[in-house]
């Protein structure tokens, strides 16, 4: 078994759902020019520091020196059973991916596994200790764009990497190498159901997605429920509706998540009780029961006052869908 072989296997057997591997080069001048334009369109909102290491964050081999392999890692996070909603005006309602643990720490720690079974079951020819450096979130790194020429999916038109077997759910993570490993080719989806598909245009809630292709962040529920700070701009509030923290409609509707699985991971904790949450409890807490409550959760990356933020516009529509 070759060396990219077994990390592969090891991936595998450490819970991820799928893994491929890239070239440590500059993404594609196509994916630089989109990500340009999005930035010249303001379309960033206040992620300032998405202008932020622009070199780093389309050429991993800025990231670590002498790099020359990038290990993608993908984890699903579609829920292990279907979750019964019943929200009333009295609840929000949690995207599913902040009802498990905290993605970034558990997708590290694993990753750090992988990294170690590198130098310690494999060296280079030249036996010397392989360095790498490991990426979960918060590098900048246009994993997506990576995750693409490593044969894990494809971009669809809710901006999202979707894999055909497994959907949009999911979390991605790597490890830049200075190992030359063998790479994997893109997948070849000449014709997908993206091609004529628009659901998930449609049923954006704000518009974010438009029609010429580009995400506008700054009208997406995702971003004013998480990213952005200060109030939210009545037009855009009031299509908040009940979501306290996140939207997942442009995932809902999308054909390749119609028949994706659970995550099988079993170690990945899911906590269906977080699905909804009472607002008047989000009113009234404290930074003491907020830590109780999601220290162990993207959630409390967002903290209090955006949350109460949020939880007072669901509050005043008190309405739900």
Avoid at 26 to 45: N, P, R
Avoid at 94 to 110: G, L, M, N, P, V
Avoid at 251 to 259: D, L
Wanted: hydrophobic share 35%; net charge negative; aromatic share 8%.
């Amino acid at each position: 078994m070759s060396l990219t072989e077994e990390i592969k296997s090891k991936a595998l057997e450490l819970g991820f759902d799928i893994v491929g591997i890239t070239n440590a080069e500059q993404i594609d001048s196509e994916q630089i020019e989109k990500f340009e334009l999005w930035l010249e369109s303001g379309c960033a909102g206040q992620m300032a520091y998405m202008h932020n290491n622009f070199d780093k964050r389309t050429n991993p081999s800025q990231l670590l020196e002498n790099a020359k392999s990038v290990i993608i890692v993908g984890l699903n996070y579609n829920p292990p059973e279907m979750v019964q909603y019943n929200h009333t005006p009295q609840t929000g309602k949690i995207a599913s991916y902040a009802c498990y643990e905290d993605y970034h720490t558990f997708i590290k720690q694993r990753l750090r596994e992988l990294a170690d079974f590198i130098i310690e079951h494999r060296v280079t020819s030249h036996e010397r200790r392989a360095t790498s450096k490991i990426c979960v979130d918060s590098v900048p790194l246009a994993e997506r764009a990576l995750a693409v020429r490593a044969g894990l999916g494809f971009i669809g038109k809710n901006h999202m990497l979707i894999n055909p077997e497994l959907g949009c759910k999911i979390f991605l993570g790597e490890i830049i190498t200075d190992l030359k490993l063998e790479y994997d080719e893109s997948l070849l989806v000449p014709e997908t159901i993206c091609s004529t598909c628009e659901k998930c245009i449609k049923v954006c809630p704000t518009g974010a997605l438009r029609p010429d292709g580009l995400l506008d962040a700054s009208k997406c529920i995702n971003y004013l429920t998480i990213e952005y700070k200060g109030e939210i701009p009545s037009e855009l509030a009031e299509k908040i509706a009940n979501r306290l923290f996140g939207c997942e409609e442009c995932i809902k509707v999308c054909p390749y998540q119609k028949t994706a699985p659970a995550c099988k991971n079993k170690q990945f904790q899911f906590h269906p009780e977080k699905a909804q949450i009472n607002l008047d409890e989000v009113l009234k807490m404290n930074e003491e029961l907020f830590e109780t409550k999601f220290g162990d959760s993207v959630i409390k990356r967002t903290g209090l006052d955006v949350l109460k933020r949020n939880a007072r516009i669901c509050s005043a529509k008190r309405t739900y869908s």
